[in-house]
């Protein structure tokens, strides 16, 4: 295989000086200056993101969390849309060393599933009451080759359970080409989400010895194909574990600025994936730069501040404490009641099959009860994309703080459409209430809308959004 152009956006030299120039830590005025910006939610620059990544004294730690938090409820509100990750195979021709889909991996059950299959597991996650997957796999498709995903989109939307189907399929699979991204955005996919995994080419070579997911340029290239084919709205974000995570974050932030620069709009999500441990992966006890808690949370804060407008996600990955202060600092979607293995959910087993280690083993409805009782709302909403506010559009109306007017409104009324059709008792209880404190602290308009739209769903009405 011929290895891709080299990118140019990506300057690891201008990141390194800038971790060397803030190593002493972090100047109190200058972090505080940063803070007052970030207020204003206009984003910050790279170099505002260089001064906060150095920042570790308690008080100032404490400024950042505190302005993340602000910053977080005044964009968003106190609503958390959920999602599940659809694994269609763990058959992998790649070699990542954290994996353990990797190739050489004997101690997995490998599997591709069937279009019954895949039909089997949207049933089952319909039946929980999921509205948004995740579509994702490991690089290989069976001999239909790319068609084997365009009929696996098709046959998801195509399923009906009583009242509920899917709404909305995000997609995570191996780099494409840009005709096979036009194909894609076709189907009616939401977002195109792809984990750079680190933005160090060295560290990235050592990580992925073989197949073609060893070639850099053509990974960190793939955003740059999927928004020339059209699909406005797609993920970033790097695995943490791989290398040092100021790196990262500022690479990050080189790789939305270069986004902003090329398609006028940065990516619609930033996932901020922590390496687990994963069967039979070489570095699976033991990340190469494992990133503490503390410093995960200070991750969440910074993005937030940095790109207010971007939505992040938290996966699976994070136990329930950790997903619990990841919504107050910055996170605004989070996986719920997943499997990792392909066909965990039409037929639970033993994980033996599963990616990583799983750190919430929560059903749904457990992890729905807790972020109600939290004072969150659960939100069920695919209304975005299905209206076209995609890419620059959703921006422009993000912006000016008119995603509030839209998505709380949306978030209330799927997630009544939830707890009327699928929620537990203890969960609607719980949910009730933080509906009943969340429209008491709207504005009159937007109260009378969301009430209106919760009542057309308690009369009977599914599907209700603006
Ligand atoms: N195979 C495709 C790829 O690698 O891009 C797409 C799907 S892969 C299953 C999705 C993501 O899982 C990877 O991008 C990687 O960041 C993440 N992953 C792999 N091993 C992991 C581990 N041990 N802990 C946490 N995340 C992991
Ligand atoms: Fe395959 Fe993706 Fe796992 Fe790498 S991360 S081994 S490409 S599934």
């Known amino acids: 295989m011929t290895k891709t152009e080299r990118i140019t956006w990506l300057d690891e030299n201008r990141i390194e ?4 120039a803030t190593a002493a830590g972090a100047d109190r005025l200058r972090v505080r200056e940063i803070l007052e910006k970030a207020s204003t939610l206009g984003g910050l620059s790279e170099d505002d993101v260089a001064v906060l990544c150095a920042v570790t004294d308690p008080d100032l730690v404490a400024e950042l969390f505190h302005t993340a938090e602000k910053v977080k409820t005044e964009i968003y509100g106190p609503r958390i849309v959920l999602f599940a990750p659809l694994y269609f195979s763990n058959i992998c021709l790649n070699e990542c060393v954290y994996c353990a889909f990797r190739r050489s991996n004997k101690e997995l059950d490998r599997k591709i599933l069937t279009m019954e299959e895949i039909e089997a597991e949207t049933a089952a996650l319909i039946d929980q009451g999921h509205k948004r997957l995740l579509l994702i796999g490991g690089e290989a498709f069976p001999k239909t080759g790319f068609q084997y995903l365009i009929d696996a989109i098709e046959r998801i939307y195509s399923v009906k359970r009583g009242r509920g189907e899917i709404r909305r399929i995000n997609v995570n699979v191996a780099p494409l080409e840009t005709n096979e991204f036009r194909r894609l955005k076709d189907t009616g996919i939401g977002t195109y989400q792809l984990f750079q995994e680190t933005y160090n080419r060295k560290v990235y070579e050592q990580m992925h010895p073989s197949g073609a997911k060893a070639d850099f340029d053509w990974r960190v290239s793939v955003m740059d194909r999927a928004m020339a084919a059209g699909i406005d709205d797609v993920g970033i974000g790097p695995l943490f574990g791989l290398h040092d995570w100021r790196f990262e974050v500022l690479a990050t932030m080189q790789h939305i600025a270069h986004l902003e620069d090329a398609f006028g709009v940065g990516p619609h999500t930033i996932s901020v994936p922590r390496m687990e441990p994963a069967v ?17 949370k200070k991750i969440i804060a910074i993005l937030r501040l ?11 990955r994070e136990n329930p404490e950790m997903r619990r202060d990841a919504f107050r600092l910055g996170v605004s979607q989070i996986s719920g009641g997943s499997r990792t293995n392909p066909g965990g959910y039409a037929t639970p087993v033993e994980e033996q099959a599963a990616q990583f280690t799983r750190g919430d083993h929560r059903p749904l409805d457990e992890v729905v009860r807790d972020i109600a009782a939290s004072g969150c709302v ?12 995609t890419g620059a559009d959703f921006m422009d109306l993000a912006k000016p703080g008119l995603i509030r ?6 978030a209330l009324s799927s997630f009544m459409e939830y707890m009327l059709d699928y929620g537990s008792e203890d969960t609607c209880a719980a949910g009730e209430k933080a509906v009943a404190a969340e429209v008491a602290t709207m504005e009159p308009k ?5 009430q209106t739209m919760m009542r057309k769903v308690r009369e009977g009405k599914r599907d209700v959004y603006r």
Do not use: K, Q, W
Request: charge should be negative; charged fraction near 15%.
């Open 405 to 410: 007017e839209m998505c709380g409104p949306n």
């Open 306 to 316: 940095a790109v207010p407008y971007t939505g992040i996600i938290l996966s699976t």
């Open 378 to 389: 659960p939100s069920f909403c695919t209304a975005c994309y299905r209206m076209g506010r």
């Open 17 to 20: 000086t800038e971790i060397a």
């Open 446 to 450: 937007i109260a009378r809308y969301s």
């Open 280 to 296: 039979g992966s070489d570095v699976s006890m033991a990340p190469p730069h494992m990133v503490s808690d503390f410093d995960f």
